[in-house]
């Protein structure tokens, strides 16, 4: 009560337009009373009409009224001050146009508290004690201070829209829903609030529980990130590790294989240089026999060659010259040889086990692989450059175009002699293995196939395990002018629709798809397969390929 008595006395000595209480307070005609400096200022303003008014109930004056200090009302003021009220609260006022004022207070207007929105009318704390206490008022709907009431008007009626129809999914009166919505499907403003509240509530339900759910979704995928970051971090630390103890291995088998030449090198050169000594004295006796053989052969007295002749020692045989043995042009060579050999094993050792690496870590993709592309543009940005491997290709195959092109013909190509050459079927493999996702095109002709296979594929033999298509190593897909075929591991799939000769193979290892698709003005999916690899792959030809060039 003493709050409302409060702002009761704020209203009356407030100046209505500073809205602060009254200085220097002044009455004019109309009884209105403002501060002095307020209402001058007003007046200063309207001084170019010619006309001054009253703010409050715009009554005019003309000519501009004097001005005298209300000495009574001052003494109300200061009195109300002494009492301890020394300025009224800002936030209880109307202060600008964002506020929703009382629509029942005179002069200073203060800031509503609610609306009712079956009066159609804004309430200060004060006002709003009726629907608080008197019967019909308390069946009111209060609602939050609103300025938008008189949307709630129906404009033709002029009546508070208390119905929806569902119809025109529009409020309306009471009128409107026996008229322009006579038939219609209505009801109450309120049912249908109510039916929507429902709804709303159980779409907030539903986005609640996938923010929950999402939620959840990032905390794992942070420990994911964490647990990621964790696992390179060691595995790095134990690559280094191994690689380091590699690389010593390897640097102390060098050190050991150069000792050892180096070794064997003195030993030889020792021995041949002993064996040169020996030789070279022999020489110095056989040049020193020669001048002996050479003066007697030069006498001309005969009884005194005879005299000589007795005494010059037999030649005897040389004791070195069998024990040499000259490899030409070969010492060490046959080291080389054998450290040439281990540095290829090594290197195809490297390459299988950096492909075996490469796949174990691109299977890491595998939680947020990417979909499958839906046009070429797409599938080009996996696009690979690929070649064949000469070292399998059949000897009745040729190969061209920078190893890119491979075609059976009539004749026998001089390949060298290799473990993972094709001897009994016109195949070959590709020189790359592929992970991860890839896309290529090839060419083909009618009896050709285009393939995917593990490299362990057999090489020889009679059976099945060494034909793409044929076993559980290869996926192939082929081609002849009428129609194509898929097969793995003997199991042969017819494909219907149009024959081309160009063929777009997509691969996402990790997850597992194999496409296949028919390239011409648009893409066609012929086959797409979905399973499990668990190695790298292969392409693989049957007869005759070529890779195209992608742009």
Wanted: hydrophobic fraction near 30%; glycine fraction near 4%; include cysteine.
């Amino acid at each position: 009560m003493e709050q409302r008595a409060v702002q009761l006395d704020l209203e009356t000595f407030s100046c209505s337009i500073c809205l602060n209480l009254l200085k220097d307070p002044v009455t004019i005609p109309c009884g209105h009373s403002y501060c002095m400096g307020c209402i001058k200022t007003h007046w200063d303003e309207e001084n170019q009409k010619g006309i001054h008014s009253c703010p409050q109930c715009m009554k005019t004056f003309i000519p501009r009224p004097d001005l005298e200090k209300n000495t009574m009302l001052a003494a109300l003021v200061e009195q109300l001050k002494k009492t301890g009220l020394q300025a009224a609260p800002a936030d209880t006022f109307y202060s600008g146009h964002e506020d929703v004022f009382c629509d029942f207070c005179t002069g200073g207007k203060l800031k509503a508290i609610k609306s009712c929105l079956f009066c159609l009318a804004s309430y200060c704390e004060k006002h709003l004690q009726p629907h608080y206490h008197v019967a019909p008022l308390k069946k009111h709907k209060l609602v939050k201070p609103s300025k938008n009431l008189q949307e709630n008007i129906c404009s033709q009626h002029d009546e508070v829209m208390k119905m929806f129809c569902r119809t025109d999914q529009k409020c309306i009166c009471y009128l409107c829903s026996v008229e322009q919505h006579k038939g219609h499907d209505t009801v109450s403003a309120a049912a249908e609030m109510t039916e929507r509240q429902r709804e709303l509530e159980e779409r907030r339900g539903r986005i609640h529980q996938r923010i929950q759910d999402r939620e959840k979704d990032v905390k794992l995928l942070q420990q994911e990130v964490e647990a990621i970051n964790h696992s390179a971090d060691k595995t790095v630390e134990d690559s280094e590790k191994i690689f380091t103890e590699l690389i010593r291995l390897i640097q102390k088998r060098s050190s050991d294989v150069k000792q050892q030449i180096r070794s064997q090198q003195e030993t030889e050169v020792s021995r041949v240089k002993e064996l040169q000594e020996k030789l070279e004295q022999e020489i110095t006796e056989l040049k020193k026999k020669e001048a002996e053989l050479k003066q007697l052969l030069n006498t001309e007295d005969h009884n005194q060659f005879l005299h000589s002749y007795p005494s010059l020692s037999a030649l005897s045989e040389s004791t070195h010259s069998s024990s040499i043995n000259i490899r030409p042009l070969r010492h060490f060579e046959d080291v080389t040889a054998a450290g040439s050999e281990l540095r290829d094993k090594l290197q195809d050792i490297l390459r299988d086990t950096w492909t075996n690496i490469s796949l174990i870590i691109t299977e890491e993709e595998v939680l947020l692989s990417e979909p499958e592309p839906q046009n070429r543009v797409g599938f080009l940005k996996y696009a690979r450059e690929i070649t064949f491997d000469p070292n399998t290709a059949h000897t009745g195959m040729l190969l061209s175009e920078g190893n890119r092109k491979v075609a059976v013909t009539d004749g026998h190509q001089c390949y060298s002699n290799h473990s993972e050459r094709f001897t009994d079927l016109y195949q070959v493999l590709s020189r790359q293995s592929l992970t991860g996702r890839c896309y290529w095109e090839m060419n083909a002709r009618s009896g050709s196939n285009v393939s995917v296979t593990y490299k362990d594929i057999s090489r020889t033999g009679s059976g099945n395990e060494r034909k793409f298509g044929y076993n559980d190593k290869s996926w192939t897909l082929y081609y002849n002018d009428y129609n194509f075929k898929f097969g793995h591991n003997n199991i042969w799939t017819s494909i219907s629709g149009s024959v081309s000769s160009r063929i777009g193979v997509y691969l996402d290892h990790s997850a597992g798809v194999l496409s296949f698709y028919n390239v011409s003005e648009t893409m066609t999916l012929l086959h797409r397969v979905q399973t499990t690899f668990t190695q790298p792959l292969h392409v693989g030809v049957y007869s005759y390929g070529e890779f195209c060039k992608l742009k």
